[in-house]
């Protein structure tokens, strides 16, 4: 009989976009995104995409401290691989932003693959009122960022993080983020196989539409040949379906309240779990197997869990 593809879902729990007063859900506090994370992990998700928050307000920190509150006691209750970003803050440089994941040294850490105008501040128009000061001018000047990620960016956090074993998630935006990771490869900063997230629908990236992703996949073809593992960020509303396709190509899927707020159209979701729960049933209707965190260790090449630091 032919072996079942096994795919992994990855849940990114909090991430750095979203606030507060856009559902009571996110978790901002390290009791909430630990018990957030810990129950997307028995929901399915074998790879839990880590931000932390200030705790006080929701606001976005990058401090190790922040993160270190909640990264033991996950590890302790999950065998789920943890993935530390190292996007953060749209406005610290690449050495704050790589601070934590030297640190804690996690089996997996996001790369971003290019500068880029990263923009949010539409959803400042769909929000009255706040439940914090700081939300409505991080949203509405979000017009303003540059989100940068310059050649010798990328090349100091390469290097900085090599000694540590680190697999990156190596997040793509855009056709042209394909082509510098390429080059990346070429001078010797990654070796494959590595691990890519084509992320649709982020405004100042590609669109969210299936004939993009195709062209990313056949444009990955191109440039890795079979020297590449991929992975599918639908933003928004298009979270489930670009999901799904990515299934059925043979790709992996990630959902989370850090790239959508929603269950379904206009229906706010009540957990990260609920996304992966949803998710993994749409996968296993299909005829596909979600990836156990072992089974994603193997198949993605990782260190293994007691090679961390925390």
């Not at 507060?20 to 997307?40: G, H, N, R, V, W």
Request: net charge negative; proline share 4%.
């Amino acid at each position: 009989m032919t072996k079942k593809q096994r795919t992994i879902i990855t849940c990114a729990i909090t991430g750095a976009i979203h606030t507060p007063t856009m559902s009571d859900a996110l978790p901002y506090t390290a009791d909430d995104i630990a018990a957030q994370a810990i129950e997307a992990a028995e929901a399915g998700a074998a790879i839990l995409h880590l931000h932390a928050r200030r705790p006080q307000d929701g606001g976005v920190t990058i401090e190790p401290n922040a993160f270190a509150a909640f990264l033991p006691r996950i590890k302790q209750a999950t065998d789920a691989v943890i993935n530390i970003s190292t996007g953060g803050s749209l406005k610290n440089t690449i050495e704050e932003r790589i601070a934590p994941a030297l640190k804690f040294s996690p089996e997996m850490c996001s790369m971003n693959m290019g500068s880029m105008n990263f923009s949010f501040h539409p959803l400042a128009k769909r929000y009255d009122t706040w439940k914090f000061d700081w939300e409505r001018d991080y949203v509405a000047q979000s017009d303003t960022y540059i989100f940068r990620n310059t050649f010798a960016d990328i090349e100091n956090a390469a290097k900085a993080l090599a000694p540590h074993g680190i697999k990156f998630e190596h997040e793509c935006y855009d056709v042209g983020h394909l082509y510098n990771l390429r080059f990346c490869m070429d001078i010797g900063l990654f070796k494959a196989p590595i691990f890519i997230q084509f992320i649709f629908g982020i405004l100042g990236g590609i669109g969210p539409e299936i004939d993009n992703l195709i062209f990313m996949k056949r444009t990955a073809d191109r440039l890795f040949g079979d020297d590449y593992h991929w992975s599918v960020l639908g933003a928004g509303a298009a979270q489930m379906s670009l999901a799904t396709t990515a299934s059925q190509m043979k790709g992996n899927v990630r959902v989370g309240l850090e790239d959508s707020l929603f269950i379904s159209r206009g229906k706010l979701a009540e957990s990260n779990a609920q996304q992966v729960t949803k998710i993994r049933r749409i996968i296993e209707d299909l005829g596909c197997e979600i990836a156990s965190p072992d089974e994603a260790r193997e198949i993605l090449g990782l260190k293994g869990a007691d090679s961390v630091a925390f």
